[in-house]
């Protein structure tokens, strides 16, 4: 990553912040969890258009995202998120996206990944794509589950202006590959379904936490 690009994302990141701070506030909690080097697979919920800047912002490592490829088509704004994402085809995942994802996890990226796939309107979490799992498999790259907590208020569907809301990100205890594989012999299909089962669980686990 470039110099430009890199100070150009402290710059978004920093407005982000600024923006959420005036509407309602944030709150990150557990960012100790996110390992500072070497590969990191984030996998969040997701249940606002506006959570790919909120977690970008908010996280304590630059972070790269895998974006719908439609998104780069757009004027002005395919050209912004170039520099912190990737394209992806959601209706149909290939195996150069995987690749791709491992490549950059292997190189020391953080990538985050929403792992049911689409954005849940409902607000109950959704079971995960198998996607999460072939990455954390292919990549073994620790994964990170993470709960994002009111984006859906601040910026609810078919809003098109923010609304007043707090917004809060819970960070996980990363989940390592050895720590699923050992002492077991999962196929390579069983063992994709079990991490993704496991990062769901994880998030589902904060959910019901921080509801009570």
Do not use: C
């Not at 923006?19 to 709150?27: K, V």
């Not at 070497?38 to 258009?49: E, P």
């Amino acid at each position: 990553m470039s110099k430009v690009t890199d100070i150009l994302y402290e710059l978004v990141a920093v407005t982000i912040r600024t923006i959420l701070r005036i509407n309602g506030g944030y709150e990150i909690k557990g960012k100790e969890n996110i390992p500072l080097e070497g590969g990191v697979l984030v996998a969040a919920n997701h249940i606002s258009y506006l959570d790919p800047p909120l977690v970008g912002s908010l996280l304590p490592r630059r972070a790269t995202f895998m974006a719908r490829k439609g998104l780069f088509d757009i004027p002005v704004l395919g050209s912004i998120i170039k520099g912190a994402a990737f394209p992806v085809d959601r209706e149909r995942t290939r195996p150069s996206t995987i690749k791709e994802t491992v490549r950059r996890l292997k190189n020391g990226e953080l990538i985050v990944i929403f792992p049911e796939g689409r954005r849940n309107e409902s607000g109950e979490l959704m079971e995960a794509k198998r996607g999460v799992g072939m990455i954390g498999s292919l990549s073994r790259a620790p994964v990170v589950p993470a709960l994002i907590v009111g984006s859906d208020k601040a910026l609810p569907v078919n809003a098109k202006w923010l609304k007043r809301a707090r917004v809060t990100l819970l960070i996980g205890k990363p989940i390592y590959y050895n720590s699923i594989t050992e002492g077991t012999n999962y196929s390579g299909h069983e063992l994709h379904e079990e991490i993704s089962s496991r990062v769901m669980a994880a998030i589902r686990e904060m959910q019901n936490n921080y509801e009570n």
